[in-house]
Structures are given as C-alpha cells and as structure tokens.
C-alpha cells in the first residue's frame, strides 16, 4: 500500500505571493491532518478534514486555508506569504477523525524569500 | 489548554542498550491519547506508539514501550536495545479523546545519537 505522498517536496516563493500544497492520504484513509514545523515554533497543528469538511482547526490565521476533495486528497494554501511562513508543511493521514494512528508524508519545505 | 514538556534537548546512548525519553504533560480534559512520534534527518514523521489515558496496562510496540505515570503526568518512551538507526528527533504529543476536538499538542522534541 503506497504511503502518504506530498506535493511539491520543496518550493521557493517570495513574500506576498501565494501557494498550494497537495497531499494525497493512504489509501482508504479518510482524515487529512496538515501541520506546520519550524525552528522557532516547533510542530504545529494546522488543521484536520475528514469527509470534505474541516473538523479541527488550530491557531493559525486565515491566510492558511484548506480543502479536501471527495477522493480524500487534500491542498493547503497559504496566500499573501510572510518570510516566517518559511517552514516544513506536514501532512498526515489516519483512517478515521482524530485517529490514534497517523501516517506522515515527506513533507513540503517551503522557502519565503 | 494542553501543554507537552521534553526536558531533553539531546541525548546519547551506547548501541544496544536501553535508553529513556522524558516527557511530561498537562492537561484538563478527562480524557486523552500520548504519543511518540520519530523523525529521521529525512523529515518524515514516523508513528511509534500510543497509550490512552484510561488504558492499565503500559503501550508496547516492539522494541519500544511507553513508561506512563498519570499521578506523575508522564509519559516516557523506552526504547531497549539501541540501534543506530534508531539516532532521530523523537517527539512526544498529546490530544484530547473525547469531546470530537481533536487538536494535537506537540513537546518541542529530543535529538538522540545512538554511538557504535
């Protein structure tokens, strides 16, 4: 079973601009969680979508966004990018909201410059 | 609020043997999960096990098993005979397992060296 895949592995924006990042869960995997980890903050949860709808949201503004689709596969938007957005975008899949279980994707590095 | 506390920054053990994680926690719901989590130098995090809060008996997977003390509010990983692969950030977590809010609180990790 192919595990959690993210896309792109590493991106370079400059400040203002907007991005997306996909994810795509395991399989049969219903719950999408997104986090971000940097340096200075450490691993932070962005937010979760089970079944097309965000069920779980963490302090975070609202230029990050998200979707999921009915395949389960999910994107993150970050729009008008500061330089401290510049971090490692985690995605992680679970067969169920809130599952104990998670399976992590290689991550997206994200560069503000 | 929920609050994870790994006191060390770094730690090193001799290959083949056992070594400790600390990891404290605090909380106001009545119920929650731990978790550790391992991410190589690759970036990838990795699920290594979990322990409810209402659980008796302490979480074993394999060579890991989760030392939970909930008068303590602890939750230490032990991982028994070292390996060098096993030389990661390990991070403990916590969420809350009722309610339908399930939002994560990550420790800010524990580097560990596994020396041959």
């Known amino acids: 079973k192919a595990g959690v895949t993210q896309t792109p592995r590493y991106l370079i924006k400059t400040r203002g601009q907007q991005v997306t990042l996909s994810c795509s869960p395991i399989s049969g995997h219903r719950s999408v969680s997104w986090y971000q980890q940097t340096p200075g903050q450490g691993l932070q949860f962005l937010f979760e979508?089970?079944?097309?709808?965000?069920?779980n949201k963490g302090n975070f503004p609202g230029r990050f966004s998200g979707r999921q689709f009915s395949n389960s596969r999910s994107e993150m938007n970050v729009s008008t990018l500061e330089l401290g957005d510049s971090a490692l975008y985690l995605c992680?899949?679970?067969?169920?909201?809130?599952?104990?279980?998670?399976?992590f994707g290689p991550g997206t590095r994200l560069t503000v410059l | 609020a929920q609050k994870i506390t790994q006191t060390q920054p770094g730690m090193f053990v001799q290959e083949k043997e056992a070594v400790t994680l600390d990891c404290t926690y605090d909380t106001s719901d009545p119920s929650y999960g731990l978790f550790w989590y391992k991410q190589p130098s690759s970036g990838e995090m990795i699920f290594l096990i979990y322990q409810g809060s209402y659980d008796q008996q302490n979480a074993t997977e394999g060579r890991y098993s989760l030392n939970f003390q909930k008068a303590r509010k602890s939750a230490n990983l032990v991982i028994s005979a070292s390996q060098l692969g096993d030389s990661a950030m390990y991070f403990c977590a916590m969420s809350p397992a009722s309610g339908g809010s399930y939002i994560p609180t990550f420790g800010r990790g524990t580097s560990l060296i596994v020396h041959p």
């Open positions: 979508y089970f079944s097309e709808t965000q069920r």
């Open positions: 992680a899949s679970s067969l169920r909201q809130g599952g104990n279980e998670q399976f």
